[in-house]
Nanobody
Framework: VQLQASGGGLVQAGDSLSLSCAASGDTFRSYTVAWFRQAPEKEREFVAA????????YYADSVKGRFTISRDNAKNTVYLQMNSLKPEDTAVYYC???????????????????WGQGTQVTVSS
């Protein structure tokens, strides 16, 4: 599968932004999809994930209650709705996907073999 992330931009603190991760291929519904982010000089960190079956969702504590991940398998797209954005949310956001992700690795970058190119999100104070 190939992934294309989009929707990033420059916003002010408190604003909202919606990211999209569009996937190629007709087996998208078989993939667990996640969003990770990487700020300058920091390691890539888990943001949110949505499982392939039943669509269970998982969030980092830092975004819980503000971000919502969802998927539309008919459109081969996963979304990340980001509300109440903070300057510390500033990062490059990457989407990732894998068919074999298990619960113990769903928050781990090693749980995903397929990655998109990233989209920049900048939140000004």
């Amino acid at each position: 599968v190939q992934l294309q992330a989009s929707g990033g931009g420059l916003v002010q603190a408190g604003d909202s932004l919606s990211l999209s991760c569009a996937a190629s291929g007709d087996t998208f519904r078989s993939y667990t999809v996640a969003w990770f982010r990487q700020a300058p000089e920091k390691e890539r960190e888990f943001v949110a994930a949505i499982k392939r079956s039943q669509g269970s969702t998982y969030y980092a504590d830092s975004v819980k209650g503000r971000f919502t991940i969802s998927r539309d398998n008919a459109k081969n797209t996963v979304y990340l709705q980001m509300n109440s954005l903070k300057p510390e949310d500033t990062a490059v956001y990457y989407c990732a996907a894998d068919t074999g992700t298990i619960l113990s690795t769903i928050r781990d970058i090693r749980g995903y073999d397929h990655w998109g190119q990233g989209t920049q999100v900048t939140v000004s104070s």
